[in-house]
């Protein structure tokens, strides 16, 4: 009795991740406000954890140029910032933000500094990784600039590792998609 009751809370906690979505999250943006990833429902959403110190940060170029092509298609980049990589995203939000529109013009959203692995990874992140949750996109965030793409339903639909840019064939196919 004790292992059936065991086996049906355990596929209840299965289902219940299934049925969890990134709308179910929020996050602070760079300038400290409360912003709702629901606030995206209805748009292919595109979540990056970025630094500004990293081999991979002339991305932001890419990615600028990716959501200035898409944007008024209901597309959306929202960086993250994270220091979890070797140090690479040192600065403060404001430090940050003053990078990031001037030396890459971005526009997208950017969020405060977050932890995208180990101990004190957010919540999103948690979801994000969760092998169990996300059986195909699921796993450790590995560097900087891993680009998870997200249904206007809010899904997982796929998830490009740091070395595939932005404006690489497989993003764009699976944006336009």
């Known amino acids: 009795m ?9 596929l209840g906690a299965s289902v219940m991740a299934a049925d969890k979505n990134v709308y179910e999250f929020t996050l602070n943006s760079i300038d400290g406000q409360t912003a709702p990833l629901a606030a995206y429902k209805g748009k292919v959403v595109m ?4 630094a500004s110190r990293c081999g991979f940060t002339p991305q932001y170029s890419a990615l600028e140029t ?3 092509k898409y944007k008024d298609r209901g597309f959306v980049i929202i960086g993250i910032p994270a220091n979890n990589f070797a ?4 600065g403060s939000n404001q430090e940050i933000k003053t990078f990031c529109s001037t030396k890459y013009h971005v526009s997208f959203p950017l969020m405060s500094k977050v932890s995208v692995k180990g101990d004190d990874k957010t919540p ?4 994000l990784t969760d092998k169990s949750a996300n059986p195909q996109t699921g796993g450790d965030i590995k560097w900087n600039f891993t680009k998870v ?3 206007p339903d809010g899904r997982i639909i796929t998830r490009f590792e740091p070395d595939v840019t932005p404006d690489a064939p497989q993003v764009t196919a699976a944006i336009e998609k």
């Open 87 to 90: 140090g690479q995203e040192p």
């Open 149 to 151: 793409l997200v249904g």
């Open 47 to 50: 979540l990056v954890n970025v």
């Open 124 to 127: 999103l992140y948690q979801f």
């Open 66 to 68: 990716v959501y200035e």
């Open 2 to 10: 004790i292992k059936l009751l065991c086996s049906i809370f355990l």
